[in-house]
């Protein structure tokens, strides 16, 4: 059984930036593909970004593409999403998931974390 806990998610002004942590604990550091995906109130939780348990393979949204960067460390079990030039419509609350296989959805991840909340002020 692997156990998430997320950090770093705050307040900040458009244009600024966060970066999100996940580690994760139970499991090897490589054992898991990686996802992290947000939920807006009264919208669906939707895809943000992937990443493989090499490391060596990363997966983004449209809306994150350019301004989001995903990474890894295995040997401190981390996941991590840098978060760019943030947008108010970026505010959600954001998980990460851990899946045995590739998913662009969050039905294919089998453990999640309790996530974190960003909120961009204009």
């Known amino acids: 059984q692997v156990q998430l806990v997320e950090s770093g998610g705050g307040v900040v002004q458009a244009g600024g930036h966060l970066r999100l942590s996940c580690e994760a604990s139970?499991?090897?550091?490589?054992?898991?593909?990686v996802g992290w995906f947000r939920q807006a109130p009264g919208k669906e939780r939707e895809f943000v970004a992937l990443?493989?348990?090499?490391?060596?393979?990363?997966s983004y949204s449209e809306s994150g593409k350019g301004r989001f960067t995903i990474s890894r460390d295995n040997a401190k079990s981390t996941v991590t999403l840098q978060m760019n030039s943030l947008k108010p419509e970026d505010t959600a609350v954001y998980y990460c998931?851990?899946?045995?296989?590739?998913?662009?959805?969050?039905?294919?991840?089998?453990?999640w974390g309790q996530g974190t909340q960003v909120t961009v002020s204009s």
């Open positions: 998931a851990a899946s045995v296989i590739l998913a662009w959805t969050s039905l294919g991840y089998q453990f």
């Open positions: 139970g499991g090897t550091g490589s054992t898991y593909n």
């Open positions: 990443i493989n348990r090499n490391g060596d393979t990363t």
